[in-house]
């Protein structure tokens, strides 16, 4: 048996959190890394130690194993916990680990690389008799050889990126025609993302639901299964809602998968938690899709249906000691859901977003579980990955656990940036996803473009934005007449010598709806507002620095809020935010435009491909550029026809969110 009392988490963020707190409840010594960009952190601050282990970008600290195990030498750390992501999955850091004597908190080396490759893991998986999915996984990589290939699999047809996971590397193709171009593409990106371009191809399983199996092994030949998750809502091929127990799970269905599962881990001699990941069809017919080698981003879900601390097993199995654990031991009471909480703008594409989160509050209640690394006043980087949390709702059933996820989701506060949250909510509450029925194309089917659009402020917004606005204003003037907000001179409208007036205030709704409001005061903390000759009637309750209670029209309501800056106020209503800008606040030549033949960075990144040259004449769609942002490839695109005049990006360049990339002169 191995022996260790201090664990080195090479992870940050809230798996970093996640692992740390285990590990201390479990009375190890706990020791955190950081990049620069991360030293103010969470689990910097939550460790008994922390060192730091380089800059920002994630190839000059977190992946680079010799400083992680330097690391571990300074600290005296006597094993080390990868989380998910960065090495986790890193057959030869595994090695590395175990040549130093120190601890592995995961499977073999050989495991690893096993399952870390998706045509060797298939072959594997035949040969162990799981059910797979018909398709190519030789090692011949030609063009030729792959498209024939494909031919006699038929379309429609998957490409995959052999190495790594996470949608990174696929490519659906549904006509031949296209194949070449996926197969370029997703080459391209398998080998910015994991160093290898090796692809495979499978058949299509058009609309099946994504269900895994958590499989846990120790050192001496004993595995279970902790039952399955359904991780069908996904966007990208990445999930976004993951749920234990799967909705259209039979007993009968479950024992089937689970012992298949079991199969594959016993087939490697797996050792601590895992996750086998399979496709399940319209007739419970279900195929090997990849196995994790690894802790994974959901199991809180199965945490909570089944009590057991996942973490606290891996510390055990990476010791030696028994598992502890029958099959029949097992079993699942309730239902969990836990979706991922991203800095992201849906309405753009999920394109990541960067900033700081001025305000961050998180739900509590029943239930109710918020895993995060986040600070208010931290900064979102474009170096990591764009998630900030995972919310978990548990319930006596499903309904439940989707209504108090809803309902937490509506108190979850995140000012300073976009996020996905109001798509959550709105996942949750679609008729297909409350019944159970959602698959795969879930999202491709409930949602056009257009749906994803950001929802107008409403008019209640906009009165709440005067109330708010108006109060800071009379907060910051020198005077004890009721003002308004200071205009671009500075001065205070709506107050006078005289006494106190109404101030006026403007927001625009839409672009085609403006409205106009005045305020004025009535008694110390009651205020009558005027909006379209409708006089609304305003009480404050009480109020903190990020939050206010409230009567407006007869009815009570919680506020959360940012005066974020001149003229403009961050808040949030029945879990929509909205930021408000009084127009009175500002003048036209406060605004700029962009011309539509400059192609700008959407956000910080590396330039990965060039595709044009100055003097080129382009298609309006006509692909101009790839980045690389966030661990995403984006393809930068001529939003008009044109002539390029000139071309700023360069290939293996770094380049900030906004820099002028390519111009294109729409007359030439």
């Known amino acids: 048996m191995t022996q260790f009392d201090s664990i080195l988490v090479a992870n940050r963020g809230e798996i970093a959190v996640r692992v740390i707190r285990s590990a201390q409840l479990q009375g190890y010594k706990a020791i955190a890394v950081y990049s620069e960009a991360d030293a103010n952190a969470p689990h910097v601050a939550m460790a008994d130690e922390a060192v730091l282990i380089g800059a920002a970008p994630v190839k000059e600290s977190y992946l680079d194993a010799g400083k992680i195990l330097d690391a571990a030498r300074r600290t005296g750390a006597q094993a080390i916990h990868p989380g998910y992501g960065f090495l986790s999955e890193n057959a030869e850091f595994a090695e590395a680990c175990e040549k130093e004597g120190i601890a592995f908190i995961g499977p073999s080396a050989e495991a690893i690389r096993v399952m870390g490759n998706k045509a060797e893991s298939k072959r594997r998986m035949i040969e162990a008799e799981v059910p797979c999915i018909e398709g190519y996984q030789d090692v011949d990589q030609s063009d030729a050889t792959l498209i024939e290939a494909a031919k006699k699999i038929g379309i429609p047809i998957m490409v995959k990126a052999a190495a790594g996971g996470g949608g990174r590397g696929m490519r659906?193709?549904?006509?031949?025609?296209?194949?070449?171009?996926?197969?370029?593409?997703?080459?391209?990106?398998?080998?910015?993302?994991?160093?290898?371009?090796?692809?495979?191809?499978?058949?299509?399983?058009?609309?099946?639901?994504?269900?895994?199996?958590?499989?846990?092994?120790?050192?001496?030949?004993?595995?279970?299964?902790?039952?399955?998750?359904?991780?069908?809502?996904?966007?990208?091929?990445?999930?976004?809602?993951?749920?234990?127990?799967?909705?259209?799970?039979?007993?009968?269905?479950?024992?089937?998968?689970?012992?298949?599962?079991?199969?594959?881990?016993?087939?490697?001699?797996?050792?601590?938690?895992?996750?086998?990941?399979?496709?399940?069809?319209?007739?419970?017919?279900?195929?090997?899709?990849?196995?994790?080698?690894?802790?994974?981003?959901?199991?809180?879900?199965?945490?909570?249906?089944?009590?057991?601390?996942?973490?606290?097993?891996?510390?055990?199995?990476?010791?030696g000691y028994p598992l502890g654990l029958a099959q029949e031991d097992i079993t699942l009471t309730g239902h969990a859901i836990e979706v991922r909480l991203y800095a992201e703008d849906v309405s753009n594409d999920f394109l990541p977003a960067t900033g700081t989160a001025h305000v961050w509050e998180v739900p509590t209640g029943e239930g109710i579980r918020v895993d995060h690394g986040l600070l208010q006043g931290q900064e979102i980087s474009p170096f990591y990955d764009p998630m900030v949390a995972k919310i978990i709702a548990w319930g006596e059933d499903r309904d439940i656990a989707r209504r108090r996820l809803v309902r937490a989701l509506e108190k979850t506060s995140l000012f300073g940036l976009e996020s996905n949250k109001e798509f959550l909510i709105d996942v949750l509450n679609k008729p297909a996803f409350a019944t159970g029925s959602a698959t795969t194309a879930f999202i491709e089917e409930e949602y056009k473009v257009s749906d994803l659009d950001l929802v107008p402020a409403t008019k209640e917004h906009a009165l709440l934005a005067a109330i708010l606005q108006y109060r800071n204003a009379h907060a910051l003037s020198d005077v004890h007449s009721i003002a308004g907000s200071l205009n671009t001179n500075g001065n205070l409208f709506g107050w006078s010598n005289g006494g106190?007036?109404?101030?006026?205030?403007?927001?625009?709704?839409?672009?085609?709806?403006?409205?106009?409001?005045?305020?004025?005061?009535?008694?110390?903390?009651?205020?009558?507002?005027?909006?379209?000759?409708?006089?609304?009637?305003?009480?404050?309750?009480?109020?903190?620095?990020?939050?206010?209670?409230?009567?407006?029209?007869?009815?009570?309501?919680?506020?959360?809020?940012?005066?974020?800056?001149?003229?403009?106020?961050?808040?949030?209503?029945?879990?929509?935010?909205?930021?408000?800008?009084?127009?009175?606040?500002?003048?036209?030549?406060?605004?700029?435009?962009?011309?539509?033949?400059?192609?700008?960075?959407?956000?910080?990144?590396?330039?990965?491909?060039?595709?044009?040259?100055?003097?080129?004449?382009?298609?309006?769609?006509?692909?101009?550029?790839?980045?690389?942002?966030?661990?995403?490839?984006?393809?930068?695109?001529?939003?008009?026809?044109?002539?390029?005049?000139?071309?700023?990006?360069?290939?293996?360049?770094?380049?900030?969110?906004?820099?002028?990339?390519?111009?294109?002169?729409?007359?030439?």
Do not use: W
Request: some cysteine.
């Open 500 to 668: 106190q007036v109404s101030t006026a205030f403007q927001y625009e709704l839409t672009d085609d709806v403006v409205v106009n409001i005045s305020v004025g005061a009535m008694g110390e903390g009651q205020y009558k507002l005027t909006l379209d000759e409708e006089t609304h009637l305003c009480q404050i309750l009480s109020e903190s620095s990020a939050q206010i209670r409230l009567v407006i029209n007869s009815i009570q309501k919680n506020i959360q809020y940012f005066l974020s800056s001149h003229g403009e106020v961050i808040l949030q209503l029945d879990g929509i935010t909205r930021t408000m800008k009084n127009l009175h606040a500002y003048t036209k030549g406060d605004e700029s435009a962009a011309s539509g033949g400059s192609v700008v960075a959407p956000m910080h990144g590396n330039v990965l491909e060039v595709l044009v040259k100055e003097g080129d004449v382009v298609e309006e769609g006509q692909r101009l550029a790839v980045m690389e942002a966030m661990k995403m490839e984006h393809q930068l695109i001529a939003g008009v026809s044109g002539k390029v005049v000139s071309v700023n990006a360069v290939a293996g360049n770094q380049v900030a969110a906004g820099a002028l990339l390519v111009e294109i002169d729409i007359d030439g």
């Open 172 to 319: 659906l193709v549904e006509k031949m025609e296209d194949l070449p171009l996926a197969l370029s593409s997703a080459r391209s990106e398998a080998e910015n993302a994991f160093g290898s371009g090796e692809l495979i191809l499978e058949k299509a399983v058009i609309q099946p639901r994504h269900v895994e199996i958590q499989v846990f092994g120790d050192q001496h030949g004993n595995v279970v299964h902790l039952g399955e998750r359904d991780c069908s809502i996904q966007r990208r091929h990445q999930k976004v809602v993951e749920e234990s127990p799967c909705p259209v799970m039979t007993p009968e269905l479950r024992a089937a998968m689970g012992a298949a599962a079991v199969n594959a881990a016993k087939s490697i001699n797996y050792v601590g938690a895992g996750t086998v990941e399979f496709l399940l069809d319209r007739e419970n017919k279900f195929y090997f899709l990849e196995m994790n080698t690894r802790l994974q981003v959901e199991h809180p879900v199965t945490e909570m249906v089944t009590g057991l601390d996942l973490v606290a097993l891996q510390f055990r199995a990476a010791q």
